[in-house]
């Protein structure tokens, strides 16, 4: 843990020492050899822990014998050591005696007392002390729980929130010094009620996962595999120690693990780490894995769960929504879903104030924590607060004291609005107060909330952020570009023309976009409307690449996925800010096609600027025909950016909640600036001799079986565009012109049965297919 905390500190420019336990030898290499490890295994690390590989060169490793002295060059120390007290004073002992004055010192202890571990050290260690709770793996997830020490200073705790949010990215929250403090403490109950649920109620592993995943806003690992993830040793043992630390606690019962859990660790069945858990891989089986028979230990294959509402249930598209259909009807699934999250309501509630002040530290907590869609008390507001506790005093539970203040409260619920301010029930103040939201935050559901969309349809809208700036926003199934979205392009840019000084485009969803709606593409070419698909081709490509031209400065604000199309917007923006986790990439010749939205001419432009004729173009243009012909995508938009998907003026943003802000501010730069559009060139392309050059590239990826026959029609295609045809040499051609290579190979590929195969398999089964 230590190691992938040191690794994200790198990716945000951090020069980082990364110490470890000494081992045998004289050399430093020798000494430093359990450092050097973990710094090798962050390499190879999947997901990956850097951004780029760049990233490493900010680290250093060391031993705690040999180099413990160095850390009188810091400026923050985080200990993160094995999860025991004893090894923990110690060492804080040793760095109390060389840090200088001044510097932050911070434990990621999962759980036990901040305050405890820095008794009796001196005044200064103790005022720039506090426990830095990271969640594994550091880079993705974005939770930090930060818990102060009793004399920590406020502008150490000032510090150290700004820097974490806008620096690395992070949602910060305050926990209290408690056991487990917000995270642990009631995710663990989560899933340990969970397990006892299923016990009285006699389900299944698998009837478990489809009710605790997607269903109720939670991730697609639900609760067996995020187990098998985690590792069920450790879940029994934070467990264990949960229930030996909170003798007060109400269902402090709850911690104690069924007879199986102690079972299966003592089997060894521990997870993913120890190749097999409540799931097993087995390439055999239905779905390649075996799932765990709970009274045998023994696998089994998977068994369909026999839920009859959940497909209906499923259409839903709103969360609360969902969970309230769930939990209305009195079926086995019904029953479950009150069940467990009846329980969790009650037990979050009973916690505050005990492990924080306010009910919006829980439920950002379970959302940046978990990647929860919605927060319990959220959840439980969706479902009405008046109404689910009279069902839970028919089912004889007690209600906490806060939810006793909610009740008697004006308005008896935990969150509502006054105008456009989100409020929350305090507990101090016993009524509704605004949700504080941090200076540079602009989120898009409190802009809805006070102002109607300029224009809107199923797949997109045009927003006023105000200051005269327009959004455009996709909000179609997974934000892909269908004609919907296209309609509304052509309208942001006619809303803006006429009322605004800017575009921005955006949204927050969970990905910017991922690529273009290939259904209409199979539709016409299935029925060989070629006339209807030739226009339809060239309206998406004149729409997209019209963005670059348009007369006031459009903004992309991408983050997730941005893949094919949508990364061709990008493209085409005069200026992108990025959130630090962007996956962008041009991926069509996964379906059997290539980019035909100027991606190909966009990256060729970027490939040879600065460049002529007489100069070697081939390195450049290589890499970009390997990247669109083997479908890559950056593993962040630093990687976009030596890709030159991004480019070096565009911006980087660490807080994906800051993003449409400070798009919206790179928008109101361009203005201020006198923006006018770019002038049009003509752009350098290589001729028969590059195209000579990427032939024999596929034709080897070929004889090493890299490529499919099939994969070599496709790859000609691209390298024709990228090499400007049959061009006889080297030399300069319109933008108009390359163009009109993208859409002729896009259109010749509709035409081939097996680009229509490929299509046809990725829209049933999201994968791709190799024929």
């Not at 081992?23 to 690390?45: C, D, H, I, T």
């Not at 400026?75 to 993160?80: F, L, N, T």
């Not at 999860?83 to 434990?107: F, N």
Request: hydrophobic share 40%; charged share 30%; with cysteine.
């Amino acid at each position: 843990m230590g190691s992938r905390i040191a690794a994200h500190l790198a990716n945000a420019g951090i020069d980082c020492l990364l110490l470890d336990l000494p081992s045998e030898g004289s050399s430093p290499k020798e000494r430093n050899a359990v450092g050097a490890r973990a710094l090798k295994a962050l390499g190879k690390s999947r997901p990956p822990a850097y951004f780029t590989s760049r990233a490493a060169k900010h680290l250093r490793v060391g031993n705690f014998e040999d180099d413990l002295e160095r850390l009188a060059d810091a400026d923050w120390i985080i200990e993160a050591i094995i999860e025991k007290y004893e090894p923990k004073r110690s060492l804080l002992e040793k760095i109390d005696k060389i840090r200088k004055p001044g510097t932050l010192i911070s434990t990621n202890t999962s759980g036990l007392p901040v305050g405890k571990l820095a008794e009796g050290l001196s005044e200064d260690f103790r005022k720039h002390w506090l426990g830095t709770h990271f969640f594994n793996p550091p880079r993705y997830m974005r939770l930090l729980e930060i818990i102060p020490g009793p004399d920590t200073a406020p502008e150490v705790l000032d510090f150290v929130e700004d820097f974490a949010d806008q620096r690395l990215g992070k949602a910060v929250v305050y926990a209290k010094d408690r056991p487990n403090f917000i995270a642990n403490r009631i995710f663990l109950f989560s899933v340990m009620q969970t397990l006892r649920t299923m016990m009285e109620q006699g389900l299944t592993v698998e009837e478990v996962d489809a009710l605790t995943g997607p269903l109720i806003g939670r991730p697609r690992m639900a609760t067996f595999r995020l187990a098998d993830f985690t590792g069920i040793d450790i879940c029994v043992h934070v467990a264990g120690n949960l229930y030996e630390l909170v003798p007060e606690d109400e269902r402090r019962d709850v911690y104690q693990p069924p007879e199986f859990l102690t079972r299966m660790v003592a089997e060894g069945i521990v997870g993913d780490k120890g190749g097999r858990g409540f799931y097993k891989k087995d390439r055999k089986a239905p779905g390649g894995r075996l799932v765990l028979d709970l009274d045998s230990l023994q696998y089994r294959e998977r068994i369909e769960p026999d839920f009859a509402r959940l497909r209906d249930v499923k259409k839903i598209p709103e969360v609360g929504a969902r969970i309230e259909a769930l939990i209305s009807e009195d079926d086995r699934a019904g029953k479950f879903g009150w069940k467990i999250l009846s329980e969790l309501f009650l037990y979050a509630a009973a916690r505050v104030p005990e492990v924080c002040d306010d009910i919006v530290s829980v439920d950002e907590t379970m959302k940046a924590g978990f990647n929860w869609k919605r927060g319990i008390f959220e959840i439980w507001n969706d479902l009405g607060v008046e109404k689910t506790t009279e069902r839970m005093k028919a089912d004889g539970l007690t209600l906490p004291p806060l939810v006793e203040k909610v009740l008697a409260s004006e308005k008896k619920s935990f969150y509502g609005f006054d105008g456009d301010q989100r409020t929350y029930f305090d507990l101090t103040a016993e009524a509704q107060q605004p949700v504080e939201e941090k200076e540079g935050v602009l989120r898009l559901d409190a802009v809805k909330r006070t102002r109607k969309p300029a224009r809107t349809n199923p797949g997109a809208s045009v927003w006023d952020l105000g200051d005269g700036v327009a959004l455009l926003e996709f909000h179609s199934k997974a934000n892909s570009l269908d004609q919907n979205v296209f309609d509304q392009m052509a309208g942001a840019m006619q809303e803006t023309a006429k009322s605004y000084d800017a575009l921005v485009i955006g949204n927050q969803g969970e990905h910017f976009s991922v690529g273009a709606n290939i259904q209409m593409v199979l539709g016409l070419s299935l029925e060989k409307k070629w006339k209807e698909l030739e226009a339809a081709i060239a309206r998406v490509q004149g729409l997209i690449c019209s963005l670059r031209t348009f007369e006031k400065p459009v903004v992309g604000a991408v983050f997730g996925r941005t893949l094919g199309g949508g990364c061709e917007v990008a493209l085409r923006c005069d200026h992108v800010q990025a959130a630090a986790e962007t996956y962008m990439g041009l991926v069509e010749v996964g379906v059997g096609l290539i980019p035909g939205g100027g991606g190909c001419t966009e990256l060729i432009r970027r490939a040879v600027a600065g460049l002529d004729a007489r100069d070697n173009l081939t390195p450049s243009m290589i890499e970009i025909y390997d990247r669109i012909g083997t479908a890559k995508v950056s593993n962040s938009a630093a990687e976009a950016r030596e890709w030159r998907l991004l480019r070096r003026s565009d911006d980087v943003t660490a807080n994906s909640d800051r993003l449409i802000a400070e798009a919206k501010a790179a928008a109101l730069g361009l203005v201020a600036a006198g923006y006018e559009p770019p002038e049009e060139t003509e752009i350098l392309v290589g001729g028969k001799g590059m195209k000579a050059s990427f032939d024999l590239r596929v034709w080897m990826m070929r004889q090493a079986h890299w490529a499919s026959d099939y994969d070599m029609v496709v790859a000609g295609k691209l390298g024709n565009v990228l090499a400007g045809g049959e061009l006889s040499e080297p030399g300069f051609v319109s933008e108009a012109y390359l163009l009109g290579l993208e859409r002729e190979a896009f259109l010749s590929l509709c035409g081939e049965e097996k680009t229509l195969q490929r299509i046809e398999h990725t829209l049933k089964t999201g994968k791709p297919l190799r024929n």
